[in-house]
């Protein structure tokens, strides 16, 4: 076996730019007993450090889809007040918007204004016919390569609810 070259007394070995196997990792690992490390603690301490950065993606990326929901939320609303024209439309409001799975679709949660409730079909027949509108504006206040598809859940009031 060579002898193994050290950059500094207290840091790992240096190897030769090739994957060892089971056997040399056995055979080599009497060199980091000397110095009291196991190289499989280092291992998982990359792995631990992986994780770190996989998890700071995924904040990120969780924040940037809340930051489209609620610019969604926004953007939708007044979008929907344009069609006050058809008494449907008009008795209708955003309750909430969050991503469905990711930000590349969103599920719009709407409710009726008034009492009683709307028919399902009449409301997601005509939320349906505007969705495209609705994309499209959505897609001229955001900067994303993509608008992201609406998916609509209709949530009728209930009884003696105060909107």
Same mark, same amino acid.
């Given at each position: 076996?060579? &002898?193994? %070259? $050290?950059?500094? %007394?207290?840091?790992?070995?240096?190897?030769?730019?090739?994957?060892?196997?089971?056997? #040399?990792?056995?055979?080599?690992?009497g060199a980091y007993a000397d110095i009291g490390i196991d190289p499989i603690d280092h291992v998982d301490s990359i792995?631990?450090?992986?994780?770190?950065? *996989?998890?700071?993606? #995924?904040?990120?990326? #969780?924040?940037k889809a809340r930051r489209?929901?609620?610019q *969604?939320?926004?953007?939708?609303?007044?979008?929907?007040?344009?069609?006050?024209?058809? &008494?449907?439309?008009?008795? !209708?409001a955003i309750q909430s918007v969050d991503p469905a799975p990711? *930000?590349?679709? !969103?599920?719009?949660?709407? $409710?009726?204004?008034t009492q009683p409730p709307l028919l399902l079909p009449e409301v997601y027949a005509k939320l349906e016919e505007i969705s495209g509108r609705l994309r499209h504006e959505l897609a001229q206040h955001i900067t994303r390569?993509? *608008?992201?598809?609406?998916?609509?859940?209709y949530m009728p009031a209930a009884a003696g609810e105060e909107q």
């Open positions: 076996m060579k &002898p193994v %070259k $050290y950059a500094h %007394k207290n840091s790992f070995p240096r190897h030769s730019g090739r994957l060892r196997g089971r056997r #040399q990792h056995e055979e080599s690992h792995d631990h450090h992986a994780s770190d950065i *996989a998890s700071s993606r #995924q904040r990120r990326d #969780q924040h489209l929901c609620r *969604a939320f926004r953007i939708l609303s007044l979008a929907l007040g344009d069609f006050a024209h058809d &008494p449907i439309l008009a008795d !209708l990711d *930000a590349s679709r !969103l599920v719009v949660c709407v $409710y009726s204004l390569k993509r *608008a992201p598809e609406l998916a609509f859940i």
